[in-house]
């Protein structure tokens, strides 16, 4: 020891040297111990069928001359995608059959309608591959479907709530029974998850690649969520009062448990999605607060309590556009 380090000194780099060997070891420790948690409590696969809602927009004509469509194929399905096979262009893609972002198979009658709702504000670049990804996905699955952007169209801050809430209202404006809540940025890569929705509302979105395919909490909702349009009305929709980022899905989480619905979710291997990569959104620090505010019942906001300056209907090939001034 060189004579000119203090005994005091030395212990301190020695404290020092323990500490972040613990640290290190707390931090490795943690990574391993999520790093094998891709389970979560689900429907087993040979469960899935039974739990189907099924139900068909009435405005749906249904011919006699061809047969029901059937799903065991889609559901069975093993084909996968992995994140970095993800198209991010797509030179495959075609227009046939699309109308104003919705499709009905041609050769069999659906037993699901499903509209897609997509809120939105100036995300183009994840749009482009979002758009074209998901109808080629979902062509394949039989359904009927109806792809909603709902784009915030002011500068005021951020409102998904209040987004879906609006958007919403067209849907079930259109009699459409079964409505999935959507992310733009998140890409399915399994063919077996079919996009129905369930008896009971139905977190789609388990196994996200950003969180090494690990649902990070029991009651997340958020990403994409399949949920009954009588069961949306029920539960008043989302919370009117998150603006910014996050919040409002743990909010309706919230209430799916108050009205003693259960969250259901598909396998692990039916659940995977790769996220369009870009930076995190300032979160919104009061959104605990005004969980909490909203739990105790002082505000019973939601769907039936939304207002908005104006509302435009525009129909694309490829989406049908709800543009909202908030
Ligand atoms: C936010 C949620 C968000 C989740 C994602 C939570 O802290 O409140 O809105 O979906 O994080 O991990
Ligand atoms: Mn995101």
């Known amino acids: 020891m060189p004579k000119w380090l203090p005994i005091n000194k030395l212990f301190q780099i020695r404290i020092?040297?323990?500490?972040?060997?613990?640290?290190?070891?707390?931090?490795l420790i943690q990574f391993f111990a999520s790093y094998g948690q891709y389970n979560y409590s689900h429907l087993?696969?040979?469960?899935?069928?039974?739990?189907?809602?099924?139900?068909?927009?009435?405005h749906l004509v249904v011919k006699k001359s061809i047969p029901e469509c059937k799903y065991e194929e889609v559901l069975q399905s093993t084909k996968s995608l992995s994140s970095w096979e993800v198209p991010k262009v797509s030179d495959k893609f075609?227009?046939?059959?699309?109308?104003?972002?919705?499709?009905?198979?041609?050769?069999?009658?659906?037993?699901?309608?499903?509209?897609?709702?997509?809120?939105?504000?100036?995300?183009?670049?994840?749009?482009?591959?979002?758009?074209p990804y998901i109808h080629n996905f979902?062509?394949?699955?039989?359904?009927?479907?109806?792809?909603?952007?709902?784009?915030?169209?002011?500068?005021k801050a951020w409102n998904k709530g209040m987004l879906y809430n609006i958007g919403v209202k067209y849907a079930i404006a259109e009699k459409f029974p079964c409505l999935i809540l959507h992310d733009v940025d998140l890409l399915p890569l399994d063919e077996g998850n079919l996009y129905a929705c369930l008896k009971q509302p139905r977190h789609?979105?388990?196994?996200?690649?950003?969180?090494?395919?690990?649902?990070?909490?029991?009651?997340l909702v958020g990403g994409v969520l399949a949920i009954r349009a009588d069961q949306?009305?029920?539960?008043?929709?989302?919370?009117?009062?998150?603006?910014?980022w996050g919040g409002e899905d743990d909010d309706f989480a919230?209430?799916?448990?108050?009205?003693?619905?259960?969250?259901?979710?598909?396998?692990?291997?039916?659940?995977?999605?790769?996220?369009?990569?870009?930076?995190?959104?300032?979160?919104?620090?009061?959104?605990?607060?005004?969980?909490?505010?909203?739990?105790?019942?002082?505000n019973k906001d939601g769907y039936d309590s939304v207002e908005y300056a104006t509302v435009s209907v525009k129909t694309h090939r490829l989406f049908t556009m709800i543009g909202v001034k908030l």
């Open 16 to 27: 020092t040297t323990c500490v972040a060997s613990i640290l290190c070891l707390i931090a």
């Open 44 to 58: 087993p696969r040979e469960h899935i069928y039974n739990n189907l809602y099924i139900n068909v927009n009435p």
């Open 94 to 131: 075609s227009v046939k059959d699309l109308m104003n972002g919705s499709y009905a198979p041609e050769t069999c009658n659906p037993l699901f309608s499903v509209a897609i709702l997509v809120t939105y504000r100036n995300r183009q670049s994840q749009l482009d591959v979002f758009l």
């Open 138 to 155: 979902l062509r394949k699955q039989n359904i009927h479907y109806k792809i909603f952007l709902v784009e915030q169209q002011d500068n």
């Open 204 to 219: 789609i979105s388990a196994s996200i690649d950003k969180f090494r395919y690990v649902l990070t909490y029991k009651s």
């Open 232 to 244: 949306y009305v029920e539960l008043n929709g989302f919370s009117n009062r998150f603006t910014g």
């Open 254 to 298: 919230a209430r799916i448990a108050a009205h003693k619905l259960d969250i259901l979710r598909f396998p692990p291997e039916l659940s995977r999605y790769t996220m369009i990569v870009h930076p995190q959104e300032a979160k919104n620090t009061q959104r605990h607060n005004i969980m909490d505010e909203n739990k105790k019942g002082m």
